[in-house]
């Protein structure tokens, strides 16, 4: 994912255009100006960034909007898979492998190591 553009950033670059577009406007007129240099120009660029901001904000609301109502969908989804996981193994049992056909793991009864007793030394 790229990197994301900073307020400050933005901040930076429309009041960079504003300032240039500021400065063609006072010395257009002098011998010499560079012709291809519109103050025109620049303020259209400042406000197209202004545009593509505004739209990009409101599409990033409308994302987070989105994904608000997405997770909200997904854990009830899940919660409900919850119960119907404990109900199939209650049916079942909890270590039935017959659970397995839900998409449901089956519960494992744990074996471990059997410890062996130390036999207690007779104190002296």
């Known amino acids: 994912m790229p990197k994301l553009l900073t307020s400050r950033e933005y901040d930076t670059l429309t009041q960079r ?3 240039m577009a500021d400065g063609i406007s006072k010395h257009k007129t002098e011998k010499n100006f560079p012709s291809h240099i519109k103050e025109e120009d620049i303020r259209g660029k400042r406000k197209e960034l202004e ?3 505004s739209k990009y ?3 990033a609301q409308q994302a987070s909007k989105a994904y608000d109502e997405y997770k909200k ?3 009830i989804c899940n919660r409900e898979l919850a119960k119907y996981d404990d109900t199939i193994r209650g049916f079942y049992g909890k270590s039935s492998p017959m659970v397995n056909d839900f998409g449901t793991k089956p519960f494992t009864i744990p074996v ?3 410890k062996k007793s130390r036999d207690k030394e007779p104190s002296a």
């Open 17 to 19: 255009l504003e300032r």
């Open 51 to 53: 545009d593509s901001r």
């Open 57 to 59: 904000e409101a599409l």
């Open 73 to 75: 969908h997904f854990d």
């Open 112 to 114: 471990g190591r059997i």
